[in-house]
């Protein structure tokens, strides 16, 4: 049989940093470290493992494909410069597998051409895939790497095209995860990344109609033998590396999964964990399980002050008040919180946008920091059906989360959305500029 390269292609930087996002990284990072001391970024690489590898690696193992890593990312982002190693590496008729972001996105089309002409057999995925022209790759997958990719996979290995997409109902998996990902291909990254990340659960069941994620529809669990052998593997591969992130989209949609991470790391101490969360799941149950599992900081979406506006973008809240509450809960019980802010949105208004900025400055004694991203209408988004005929720019190099939208929203010119995302970057760093708030002790005790 066949077998498979699995590729990690390089980020073509085309655009100078946006100053005052630059200047408000560095603040954070500060800050960041202030609290997290082994955290770094790197200078010269990926700041994280790109996990889909290991992902695949183990998928491949399922089906009796070998599999070999090359790890591009420092390569020159050039078409001739990222193909030579991949030929040298494939024979006519195997499978190399791609997973690009917009900024190489146009780089990996340009390498499967090379490719396709010498013979082999390129495999898309990743939240671009299905913009590739058809007849440009042999095969784009959509959505989770689970048994219906390897059967597709072993199709195309043999020649015979593979089976199709299933369409995914929305709702829990029936079926679990029970293979864990192989990090063999990754061992470099060993003291190069400042965290691992992990998922118990892989999904949402959730549906904003701007999330780049909302597309699984489903929440598949992962099995906890599975788990406990990838944490396993991670922590014998990696074992310098303390600060786990949780992947999993929503965390606390499942009780069991939550469950399952608290006891793998029962008896494990010494580690400290990131979890991204949606504020309906904020309740004393989920609270009092970061609390022994370790967490240390929460992240929350947060769009807009404006519930209105999140209800027309299909956002379920309670309203502001709630959301008010629970960040405070949060803090109080002595977690810090991240808000996941994001810029550009179609239903924005200069008034959405003002009642959004005095939020941030009446509860920022509750807020540790930031991340900051400008809406991207990538494909597998809700939305991106409704604003294709208004995007006016197709070069994927800009389709970028620090740059100016790339669409016409609905109530302000693109321009006029960046100029409001640059007040939010102002905000965000007047905020995380003042002395961190020392918990009190009661929550100290917890």
Sequence with gaps: MPKSCIVQLPFPSSHDPDPHLSSYYDDYDRRFRAS?????????????????VAHLTALLDTAGIDSVFRD?????AEPDACSAPLLEATAPGDLVLMSPLAQNF????????HLEHAGRRVVLGGNMA???PDGAVHAVHRGQLDATFVRRIVGLASGTGGDLEKPLLPGLASERITWAPDYRHLGGYDGRVPLLRLNASHGCLYQCSF???AWSKQLTLVEKGALQREVDELTARFPDTRLFYIGDKTFGQSREAVANLVDVFRGRP???????THVMQVKD????AMLELGVVAVELGFESADSQMLKRLNKLSRGLDDYTAKIHQLSDAGLKVVLNMMGGLDEETEASHGQTVDWMRENSSALWLFNLYNFVPYPLTPDFPRLRERIFNWDFADWREDVPVVYRPQHLSPE???DLFQQKIAAAHDIIRTPVTVPSSSAQEK
């Design 285 to 288: 149950w989920i609270v009092d």
């Design 36 to 52: 997290l001391p082994e955290y770094f970024i790197p200078t010269d690489g990926l700041w994280e493992m790109p996990l889909w």
């Design 72 to 76: 591009l990312s420092r390569t020159p």
């Design 130 to 132: 299905p913009l590739a």
């Design 106 to 113: 146009r780089l990996a089309l340009d390498v499967a051409e």
């Design 211 to 213: 999330c780049g994620d």
């Design 270 to 276: 010494g580690y400290r964990f990131i979890v991204q």
């Design 416 to 418: 006029a959305s960046w």
